[in-house]
């Protein structure tokens, strides 16, 4: 069983920047690829960025320049740091995992490629 935890959500103002956690527990064989998602109400979940523990990592377009997604593998966290915040990246923000290889995880990012998936946090962005 893999276990994912999201923190560091909150309100910030438009231009501004917030990093959000997520802390894995688990089978490290089951979470090879990690995500971050985002969705607000009346519309599809989004892939916002995805990273392979071996390296690598893969941006939607809009947030591209933007946010970073990292990971310490150490600790077994992942990050996605978001600067220059506009309202529109106002949503519900899920960490997610699955065992995939890296040709997949770095491609697009689609919610049937993960298995397990956090709580979701809120971050909410005002002009």
């Known amino acids: 069983q893999v276990q994912l935890v999201e923190s560091g959500g909150g309100s910030v103002q438009a231009g501004g920047s917030l990093r959000l956690s997520c802390a894995a527990s688990?089978?490290?064989?089951?979470?090879?690829?990690m995500a971050w998602f985002r969705q607000v109400p009346g519309k599809e979940r989004e892939g916002v960025a995805s990273?392979?523990?071996?390296?690598?990592?893969y941006y939607t377009e809009s947030v591209k320049g933007r946010f970073t997604i990292s990971q310490d593998n150490a600790k077994n966290e992942v990050y996605l740091e978001m600067n220059s915040l506009k309202p529109e990246d106002t949503a519900l923000y899920y960490c997610?995992?699955?065992?995939?290889?890296?040709?997949?995880?770095?491609?697009?990012?689609?919610?049937?490629?993960?298995?397990?998936w956090g709580q979701g946090i809120q971050v909410s962005v005002s002009s």
């Open positions: 997610a995992a699955g065992s995939l290889a890296w040709p997949r995880c770095l491609g697009k990012i689609t919610r049937s490629k993960y298995v397990y």
């Open positions: 688990g089978d490290t064989n089951s979470r090879s690829c």
């Open positions: 990273i392979y523990n071996n390296g690598g990592d």
